[in-house]
């Protein structure tokens, strides 16, 4: 099988050599609490440092209006650096995203019972739930 030809399953042609995950829903919670962590105590304290230490290009790219090269400069230097400061930002969204979702996970199937009629969807449906919580828009 190649390309994106489907396998008699219905899985599509590229997923045909996945793996399956396998997870100890016994450490889910601390893997939640670890990412939690990290993104609580080692990345949110430093994400202003990161921007603050970034060149706020005012004295090597100084304004000038009949230079259209450093214009173009200061410009792509301003666009990137604040492109830099929402990947930072995405990171540190996504990976408490994916502690909620860990967290959800490990509340819900803490029995054995209920983990092995987990599916795919439960695992998609925690993802979702931990993008769009209750009473949030």
């Known amino acids: 099988m190649s390309g994106n030809q489907s ?16 997870v100890d829903v016994s450490t889910l919670e601390r893997f939640a609490k670890a990412l939690q962590d990290e993104v609580d105590l080692n990345l949110k304290p430093h994400m202003a440092g990161i921007f603050d230490g970034l ?3 005012t004295s090597p790219f100084g304004h000038k209006r009949d230079f259209l ?5 200061w410009y792509t230097y301003g666009t990137r650096k604040a492109q830099t400061m929402n990947v930072v930002q995405h990171f540190a969204d996504a990976t408490t995203q994916l ?27 925690a993802l979702s739930q931990a993008e769009h919580p209750e009473g949030s828009a």
């Open 7 to 22: 396998s008699s399953d219905g899985t599509p042609g590229w997923l045909s050599d996945y793996q399956p995950i396998e």
């Open 99 to 125: 502690a909620e979702a860990a967290r959800i996970l490990a509340a819900n199937y803490r029995t054995s019972d209920r983990l092995a009629a987990t599916r795919l969807s439960d695992v998609q449906g």
């Open 69 to 73: 090269e450093l214009q173009d400069a």
């Open 55 to 57: 060149d706020p290009a």
